[in-house]
């Protein structure tokens, strides 16, 4: 059974910083790619990040580049998401999400998630 | 970054009838790398369509993806009580976007 477990939220000043990890079990990690996608209490999905199965591709959403970094571990089956400069808008609860399929451009379509971990940036 | 806009906002139905939803894209969606999830209230999205209209594993055939470019469409031909819920269209072929969702309940 596929399982996503992240960790690592939890309540930070705005321009704070926080990491967070995603353990990955129940298929082989190295063989897909991943996303971090987020949702702000009472709103829509957001993409955040992707990075293929190597690490050698990447990529963010507009509203993150500059601040966020996605990085990966193949020999540990985990995902991170380092997250410095944080904003009050970045508030929302961070999923760790399964590519479905072989796609390039930092992306692709989900076919997995984790529940998720909450962000809470506030003075 | 592309934009993706989905309407309606709200989409009022009784179980039985059809539902059509309507995702657009600021760009073309390159190799109509378009997809679609259901989400219910506290749980995680469910993958419904990829590449515009290959159904997802386990998901009935009742859900229809179709279109290409920038317009997209998702039909559910006979709505099922569990079937009310938000939708949600994601492009993947130039970065990634999501569309804001549209809520499917019942009337």
């Known amino acids: 059974e596929v399982q996503l477990v992240e960790s690592g939220g939890g309540v930070v000043r705005p321009g704070g910083s926080l990491r967070l990890s995603c353990a990955a079990s129940g298929f082989t990690f190295d063989d897909y790619g991943m996303n971090w996608v987020r949702q702000a209490p009472g709103k829509g999905l957001e993409w955040v990040s992707g990075i293929n199965w190597i690490g050698g591709d990447t990529g963010y959403a507009d509203s993150v580049k500059g601040r966020f970094a996605i990085s990966r571990d193949n020999a540990k089956n985990s995902l991170y998401l380092q997250m410095n400069s944080l904003r009050a808008e970045d508030t929302a609860l961070y999923h760790c999400?399964?590519?479905?399929?072989?796609?390039?451009?930092?992306?692709?379509?989900?076919?997995?998630w984790g529940q998720g971990t909450l962000v809470t940036v506030s003075s | 970054e592309i934009v993706v806009t989905q309407s309606p906002g709200t989409l009022s139905l009784a179980p039985g009838e059809r539902a059509t939803l309507s995702c657009r894209a600021s760009?073309?969606?390159?190799?109509?790398?378009l997809a679609w999830y259901q989400q219910k209230l506290g749980q995680a999205p469910r993958l419904l369509i990829y590449?515009?209209?290959s159904r997802a594993t386990g998901i009935p055939d009742r859900f229809s993806g179709s279109g290409s470019g920038t317009d997209f469409t998702l039909t559910i031909s006979r709505l099922e009580p569990e079937d009310f819920a938000v939708y949600y269209c994601q492009q993947y072929g130039s970065s990634s976007t999501f569309g804001g969702g549209t809520k499917v309940e019942i009337k």
């Open positions: 590449g515009a209209s």
């Open positions: 760009q073309s969606v390159s190799s109509s790398y």
């Open positions: 999400a399964r590519w479905g399929g072989y796609c390039s451009g930092g992306s692709c379509y989900i076919d997995y």
